[in-house]
Every structure is written in structure tokens, then in C-alpha cells.
Nanobody, 126 residues
Framework: QVTLVESGGGLVQAGGSLRLSCEVSGYTFSSLSEGWFRQAPGKEREFVAV????????RYADSVKGRFAISRDNAKNTLSLQMNNLKPEDTAVYYCAAGRARTMVARTSTGDYEYWGQGTQITVSS
């Protein structure tokens, strides 16, 4: 059974930084595509940042490009998201996701990921 556990959420003022982590177990981490998605109240879940199993391709949503950085540590089975210059519109529940498909291009659709964490709340105050 694949399990994803996020940590690092919380409340931060606009302009601040947070770092999310996702620990993955139950599968060979280095063979999984990984991503961060978020869902704000009343909105659909959207992709934030994704990375292929090899780390060779990374994609960011336009809204976070230049502010967020996704990374993976295959030795520690951990996916991270460094978030800088946070804005109130970044407020959402953030989810870690993993997918078994090995692709050259990182996938940005929620349907491409079979496994999901429970989510962690990020609240950015103005």
C-alpha cells in the first residue's frame, strides 16, 4: 500500500516562506512521478508543481513560477516544495501526489496520479 504523508503546512504572512515535505512509503520512490496540487474552497484541485521519476522534467503552474521550487530526494523517499514570497491567493489545501507512469514529460493532470496524501492547509494572511 502506497502512503503519502505531508507536513509543513501552516499560517504565514504574505511575503513569507514555507517548506512542504511529503514522505512516501510502500513503493519504490525513485520509480514514481510526483507532484504537488492544491485546492482552494469552492475551486477544483489544480496542479502546482510536478516532477518526473528521474527528475529530468519539472513543470510549474504559471501562478507559482519563480516563487516555488519542487525537489525530490530519492534516498529519503521524500518530495519537497519550497514556497517563497507567498501570496493570499496561495491559500489552499496542498496535496502530495504520486503516479506509477514513467514519462519523459511531467504530467499536470490529477488523473495521472493514483496516490494522494491527506493534504495540509496553507493559509497566507495579507
Amino acid at each position: 500500500q502506497v502512503t503519502l504523508v505531508e507536513s509543513g503546512g501552516g499560517l504565514v504572512q504574505a511575503g513569507g516562506s514555507l517548506r512542504l515535505s511529503c514522505e512516501v512509503s510502500g513503493y519504490t520512490f525513485s520509480s514514481l512521478s510526483e507532484g504537488w496540487f492544491r485546492q482552494a474552497p469552492g475551486k477544483e484541485r489544480e496542479f502546482v508543481a510536478v516532477i518526473t521519476s528521474s527528475g529530468g522534467d519539472i513543470r510549474y503552474a504559471d501562478s507559482v513560477k519563480g516563487r516555488f521550487a519542487i525537489s525530490r530526494d530519492n534516498a529519503k523517499n521524500t518530495l519537497s516544495l519550497q514556497m517563497n514570497n507567498l501570496k493570499p491567493e496561495d491559500t489552499a489545501v496542498y496535496y502530495c501526489a504520486a503516479g506509477r507512469a514513467r514519462t519523459m514529460v511531467a504530467r499536470t493532470s490529477t488523473g495521472d496520479y493514483e496516490y494522494w496524501g491527506q493534504g495540509t492547509q496553507i493559509t497566507v494572511s495579507s
